[in-house]
């Protein structure tokens, strides 16, 4: 049965639409990764979801009843980590959750749910210190765990690894596959590696609208599509004679010395564009030191659907 369902919703502010004509379901026990660049829509279209705003236009339904008609009830139901974690730092974590608990009405249940939450997150070290003293990776853990306290069925996550290093990128990315083995969530980033570790579906939003949405492997063999081609050469006019071939669709320059040319080709469709790229270095007479084909990615995937051009 499905869970969660968008039926054309609209968000304007002003003039602007921040999300156009948005339709997509999510299932029970789904983790979905939610992408698109800055200012496409995702933090807007969370916080229609959890409530915080409403929809312009159209619906969002939890397990057939609308969110406007569920209410309370609803929100009961939804765990949210936003973007900017709202957390007090003069509060220890252990008074914090308290806080919440209570806010939470969880009643004779805090104490179990706040045990709980403290193990899935890992925040047993800390949970006695002041969150002002916290590193940004176990704030982001306190963040995860007061929105996991009531046990929610959907959890809402807005780029929860912003700002953290690497080592705790992975700690966070681990975290979620745990608690989306429990709960249907939906996370936003800009960390493509975390949606291929983490997540089992991903949904691509741009200018408002959702431009793709299916499994992660379907994705990534759709991505598999086109390719990158790294060329280095010397010669006259070399990026913009390639950049002109048909089936490029990008050129990112490297670093150049030498009086070398070092390009990355990003290209759409199935054919292979090295012979060609070779028969137009022997007609220009550049000299081509490197010429190597790597298969397309999830990134380049992100940055063909995520890089059109501005409607006149």
């Known amino acids: ?10 968000k304007r502010f002003g003039s602007v639409p921040a999300v156009d004509d948005v339709s997509f379901a999510v299932d029970r026990g789904q983790v979905v990764g939610f992408l698109g660049p800055n200012g496409a829509g995702k933090s807007t279209t969370m916080r229609m979801i959890t409530q915080f705003l409403e929809p312009d236009d159209g619906s969002i339904r939890m397990e057939g009843t609308p969110l406007a008609e569920a209410g309370r009830e609803a929100k009961r139901r939804i765990g949210y980590l936003p973007e900017n974690n709202p957390l007090y730092g003069e509060m220890l974590v252990s008074e914090y959750l308290e806080f919440v608990g209570r806010l939470r009405e969880l009643g004779a249940e805090r104490r179990s749910a706040t045990e ?9 070290p800390v949970y006695h210190r002041p969150i002002g003293e916290l590193s940004k990776g176990f704030r982001q853990r306190v963040g995860l765990a007061a929105a996991i306290l009531h046990r929610p069925d959907l959890l809402v996550l807005d780029e929860p690894t912003e700002g953290l290093d690497p080592n705790q990128r992975v700690e966070i990315r681990r975290l979620i ?10 996370l936003s980033t800009h960390v493509l590696p975390e949606v291929q570790f983490t997540c089992s579906r991903l949904l691509i939003i741009n200018r408002g609208r959702i431009v793709a949405d299916g499994p992660v492997d379907d994705l990534l063999t759709r991505a598999k599509g086109g390719a990158r081609i790294a060329v280095e050469a010397a010669g006259i006019g070399i990026a913009e004679r390639l950049g002109a071939l048909a089936g490029v669709h990008a050129v990112e320059p490297r670093e150049a010395e030498d009086g070398r040319v070092r390009l990355t080709l990003i290209t759409v469709g199935a054919e292979d564009l090295r012979p060609r790229i070779f028969e137009l270095a022997k007609t ?4 081509l030191f490197e010429l190597h084909q790597e298969a397309g990615n999830l990134e380049d995937l992100f940055r063909q659907l995520t890089t059109d051009q501005e409607p006149a």
Request: hydrophobic share 40%; no cysteine.
């Open 284 to 287: 220009q007479g550049w000299t």
């Open 1 to 10: 049965m499905t869970f969660l369902a968008l039926e054309q919703v609209s």
């Open 116 to 124: 709980e939450a403290v193990a899935s997150t890992g925040i047993e």
């Open 177 to 186: 596959g745990h608690l989306g083995r429990e709960r249907t969530v939906l």
